[in-house]
């Protein structure tokens, strides 16, 4: 009784509402039409005066409108098919439908699609609970049976399936003689109607199988599929409250109704056909958000489901079947024909936007990569893995081939090519099931071990091909041929370096066959190489080859690096540099020029880095492993720089000669290093050569790299200070007696320890042009000290011995010192007069002060007799000639001057 009461409250409270609501619209049309009668007495009104101003204008035959104007000849005017606006309202879309050839245009969620619905849920919460209600009580007759289980489980079915069969009857009954979504009374109730039935039809459905086990399998699979067919007749009779009722409640039946089952798979189909059905009804009615929820709400269904229960085959079988329905049923061919902007235009801001059916597309490609990324990594078997990573690759395949028609579509493989790449590479990382299969038939040395990266590198190449395959059938758009063309291109390399890199498959295969995998890659890219190069379309055929012999020529030294010991290696990438350049003279493929970059910088890192300088000191390394090293990588770039001479590939010839010099200055050091070790003035000088190597290059780098060059630069040059001061403190010679000089005179450890840096640093100075002045000075200065302090340690050596910290300082030694300073300031003036450098004549000028200096207040002190006098007079003597040398420079260059002035004189006319 108490539930009696309160439904009759709650009817009574509904019915008051209700009739509150329908005064209210009465009183509103009620005063709408006094003003429509209002509106049209005072045209009427109006009409009659024209029609006096017309006849008085007759006899003159020119009759006047209102305004003063001759009458023309006006034609009705056409009536124009404005489609409905997106985001608006189902019942709006479906009236403005009819003034509009074709389906109207679909709408998506936005703000003011959920105000809308919000306000219509607002005033028509009744219909909504009804609808609510009578799907669940079909739910529930299904579960709890007919008064207390008195009626057996067939009848059971039986009785819900007429109680679904009664909803629609209803339902159909009330639109064919009130409508749908046309009339304010009945607006809504059939759609009600209907939808309850199709909830319960299929809640009955489902129970058969899953609470008595009354029908088969397949009986329980047909049934599903009968009724998902009704729901797509009465979707496309009926509005969009039905859709939104019958898949939010199919969906949803079977957890309401439980049971246990061992047909749980079932509900993967089941889940699919809801699929199917919601965006059949949407693809005629354009409704597009029955399309978004019809897919979100069986998607998160199924995915529960599986979560829950497992089942990876059917669940993949499931994604399958709802990916390809989301791509054929919106535009309602089997072949894509998506037109119109891409997603990704659209997220970069292009107008117009991507179009509802291929921003469908793009989701659920993303959620079917997504998900085979996860399937892979908790798989419970290898095997169940392998087949969430073949449908990533059928999605890639399909994407490729199956869409090229689609212009809207042309980047979507772009979602599964991550996804594959992904699996290849967080199997590894995460220790998923398909690596750790890998691990345990290596370490058993059984022949399945090496199946599946088989299985993937094949793949990868057909996916390559397909990629080629797509390249000339976008030619309308540069863009996308190029992408196609780069993904064609890395593709298949990028999985071989996955495994090369994360599985370490040359343990399973052996070094030899592994290299033939790697080899068959560069052998296809070869392939693309030659049909691009021979293919009729001229438009970035040059670029596009040079992307696949770049591919060919990575996958070659790949299988190199496989293969050859490190010294091999070094060689075989030298030989790859000279061919990348024979291959830029002969096909003229300017891009191929990175690669040869790339293969440049790798060999600098094998000689300086790894294994580089530290492998050559070594005293285990042969002497004939370090001189083919080397000299045979000289020889080799010294055959590449001669190529590049004749060929105007400047960036190419600096690269080139930048790794030469730097290598042949590293094998300098190494070679010095291993006849005399433990000397840090020799990795002052490496580091200094990577530092200038680096400045060499920053004019042709581009922006973001040229920073990162100039970071690299200054590491090295901190490393280098860092290391030359060890032999100028901890280790000098002069200052601690533990440090004695070893070696013959001038070929001594004095000269190993600061004579390679300052060389490094004068050439760089000389011949580096892009230093900047105060660099270039910089550089000049610390090279020339630590040039005198060597011929400063060599000159007291000659007079004190190995010994160099001994105290005092013997007038012949002084004097010494003098001499010295005065042949280097001739040098320098010499140098000036060839180079016509006004300042480093200043220098060399300042430097013979400092001596005169240096003569007048240390030498004269300790001179007595016959010495102090003939030193004088070599002094003088010396001076004299400096200053005459000068002054001729002087008197040179001021002729030079005065006959570049006058170019007329000497017959020069």
Not at 765 to 791: H, N, Q
């Amino acid at each position: 009784m108490t539930s009696v009461f309160w439904l009759l409250v709650i009817l009574l409270v509904a019915f008051a509402m209700s009739h509150s609501r329908v005064r209210s619209r009465l009183k509103k049309l009620e005063d709408q039409q006094q003003r429509t009668h209002q509106r049209l007495e005072l045209l009427e009104r109006q009409a009659q005066g024209d029609a006096e101003q017309n006849l008085a204008a007759v006899a003159d035959g020119t009759e006047k409108t209102p305004t003063g104007k001759p009458v023309e000849s006006v034609e009705p005017p056409a009536v124009e098919t404005v489609a409905p606006p997106e985001g608006a309202p189902p019942a709006e879309a479906e009236k403005s439908s009819s003034a509009v050839k074709g389906p109207p245009r679909a709408f998506v969620f936005t703000g003011e699609v959920m105000r809308q619905f919000t306000q219509w849920l607002r005033q028509n919460w009744t219909i909504a609970l009804a609808a609510l209600s009578l799907a669940l009580g079909g739910v529930f007759m299904v579960q709890y049976g007919v008064e207390n289980g008195l009626l057996t489980p067939v009848w059971r079915v039986v009785g819900a399936l007429a109680l679904g069969a009664l909803m629609i009857a209803v339902g159909e009954a009330i639109r064919r003689r009130y409508g749908d979504e046309r009339t304010a009374s009945t607006a809504a109730l059939p759609s009600v109607f209907a939808g309850a039935g199709l909830v319960t039809l299929f809640s009955a459905v489902l129970a058969a199988r899953l609470l008595y086990g009354l029908v088969s399998p397949e009986t329980t699979l047909a049934g599903l599929v009968l009724v998902s067919i009704l729901a797509v007749a009465l979707g496309w009779l009926y509005g969009s409250v039905l859709s939104a009722v019958g898949i939010i409640g199919a969906t949803a039946a079977p957890f309401l109704v439980g049971g246990e089952s061992e047909s749980g798979w079932l509900f993967f189909y089941y889940f699919a056909f809801i699929a199917i059905a919601g965006l059949a009804v949407d693809s005629v009615k354009r409704w597009a958000w029955v399309s978004a929820v019809v897919l979100i709400a069986t998607s998160s269904a199924a995915t529960l489901l599986y979560v829950a229960t497992g089942g990876l085959i059917h669940y993949t079988a499931f994604l399958a079947l709802s990916w390809l329905a989301s791509v054929t049923i919106p535009v309602q061919s089997f072949v894509p024909t998506h037109a119109g902007q891409t997603v990704l235009a659209t997220l970069a801001g292009l107008r117009p936007r991507a179009d509802f059916p291929t921003r469908v597309v793009a989701a659920m490609t993303l959620f079917v990569s997504a998900a085979g990324i996860y399937l892979s990594l908790e798989a419970p078997s290898a095997t169940e893995a392998t087949v969430a990573f073949l449908l990533v690759a059928l999605v890639l395949g399909a994407t490729l081939i199956w869409m090229h028609r689609a212009e809207a579509l042309k980047d979507i493989p772009l979602l599964p090519t991550a996804a594959f790449l992904a699996v290849l590479a967080l199997q590894a990382v995460e220790y998923g099931p398909l690596f750790a299969q890998f691990l345990a038939m290596r370490e058993a040395a059984t022949t399945p071990a090496t199946s599946f990266i088989t299985l993937a590198l094949v793949l990868s190449a057909v996916a390559s091909i397909m990629a080629f395959w797509r390249m000339p059938r976008s030619a309308d758009d540069a863009r996308a041929a190029l992408g196609f063309a780069l993904g064609a291109a890395t593709f298949a390399p990028a999985s071989a370096f996955i495994f090369q890199f994360l599985w370490s498959p040359a343990a399973a295969f052996g070094d030899y066959l592994w290299s033939l995998h790697i080899l068959a890659i560069a052998a296809v890219m070869t392939v693309l190489t030659d049909r691009t190069l021979r293919s009729g379309d001229a438009n970035q055929r040059q670029l596009r080859a040079a992307l696949f012999a770049i591919a060919a020529l990575s996958m070659l030294a790949l299988a190199l690096f496989v293969v050859l010991t490190q010294t091999a290696l070094t060689l075989a990438l030298g030989v790859v540099v000279i061919l990348t350049i024979w291959l830029d003279r002969r096909f003229d493929l300017a891009l191929i020029g990175i690669f040869t970059k790339v293969a440049l910088a790798i060999i600098a890192f094998r000689l300086i880095a790894s294994p580089g300088f530290f492998w050559a000191v070594r005293s285990t390394t042969p002497w004939l492993a370090f001189i083919e090293a080397y000299g045979g990588t000289l020889a080799l770039l010294y055959v590449g720089w001669r190529l590049t001479v004749s060929r105007a590939r400047l960036s190419v010839q600096a690269a080139i000669e930048t790794a030469t010099w730097t290598i042949a200055a590293v094998f300098a050091c190494a070679l010095l290093q291993r006849l005399v070790p433990d000397e840090p003035g020799l990795l002052a000088a490496v580091m200094a050569i990577a530092m200038l190597a680096q400045i060499n290059r920053l004019p042709t780098t581009g922006r973001w790299l040229r920073i990162f060059r100039a970071a690299l630069a200054v590491l090295f040059g901190l490393v280098a200070t860092a290391l030359i001061a060890v032999p100028l403190t901890v280790t000098n010679p002069v200052l601690f007696r533990l440090n004695p000089v070893a070696g013959p005179a001038i070929f001594d450890s004095l000269a190993l320890s600061y004579l390679p840096l300052a060389a490094v640093l004068a050439i760089g100075a000389w011949k580096i042009d892009t230093l900047g002045r105060r660099l270039r000075i910089a550089f000049t200065c610390v090279s020339s000290l630590l040039a005198g302090f060597y011929v400063a340690c060599e000159i007291r050596r000659f007079w004190r011995g190995n010994d160099l910290s001994v105290p005092g300082v013997t007038q012949p030694e002084l004097y010494s010192y003098t001499i010295a300073l005065v042949i280097i300031c001739a040098v320098l003036l010499l140098i000036s007069f060839s180079r016509h450098s006004h300042a480093l004549r200043k220098v060399a000028m300042a430097a013979t002060g400092l001596t005169i200096a240096k003569v007048f207040l240390v030498d004269i002190s300790g001179l007595e007799g016959l010495l102090r006098v003939v030193s004088f007079i070599g002094l003088g003597l010396a001076l004299a000639g400096l200053g005459w040398l000068d002054r001729a420079m002087n008197q040179r260059w001021n002729r030079m001057s005065d006959k570049a002035e006058t170019p007329g004189e000497g017959g020069d006319l």
